[in-house]
């Protein structure tokens, strides 16, 4: 069983940065892979990006590649996901999830097993 915690969402203008975090409970966290994921009003829960048990793979939505940054430190129990040059369609609920998912499932919100509460962030034009 794994908790997840997220932090760090806000209010922000178009341009500027934020940084996520996610405290993961348990002594397994290097076992998983972990998304962040986002979910807009009336739209449906997408992947934003992904890094792999040891951190040495990372994966990004093409809407926020060269924009977002994931990392994680094992020995913390955290993932993070560092925002630059946010645009208002960034504004959203931001997720992080747990799971063992293979690559090709990577984006796929179902293969995670365990969910944060979700933080909010708000990009103002």
């Known amino acids: 069983q794994v908790q997840l915690v997220e932090s760090g969402g806000g209010l922000v203008q178009a341009g500027g940065s934020l940084r996520l975090s996610c405290a993961a409970s348990?002594?397994?966290?290097?076992?998983?892979?972990m998304g962040w994921f986002r979910q807009a009003p009336g739209k449906e829960r997408e992947f934003a990006a992904a890094?792999?048990?040891?951190?040495?793979?990372?994966y990004y939505a093409d809407s926020v590649k060269g924009r977002f940054t994931i990392s994680r430190d094992n020995a913390k129990n955290t993932v993070y996901l560092q925002m630059n040059s946010l645009k208002p369609e960034d504004t959203a609920v931001y997720y992080c999830?747990?799971?063992?998912?293979?690559?090709?499932?990577?984006?796929?919100?179902?293969?995670?097993?365990?969910w944060g509460q979700g933080t909010q962030v708000t990009v103002s034009s």
């Open positions: 999830a747990a799971g063992i998912v293979v690559v090709s499932h990577i984006q796929l919100p179902g293969k995670y097993n365990y």
């Open positions: 890094i792999s048990r040891s951190g040495s793979s990372t």
């Open positions: 348990g002594r397994t966290f290097s076992s998983y892979t």
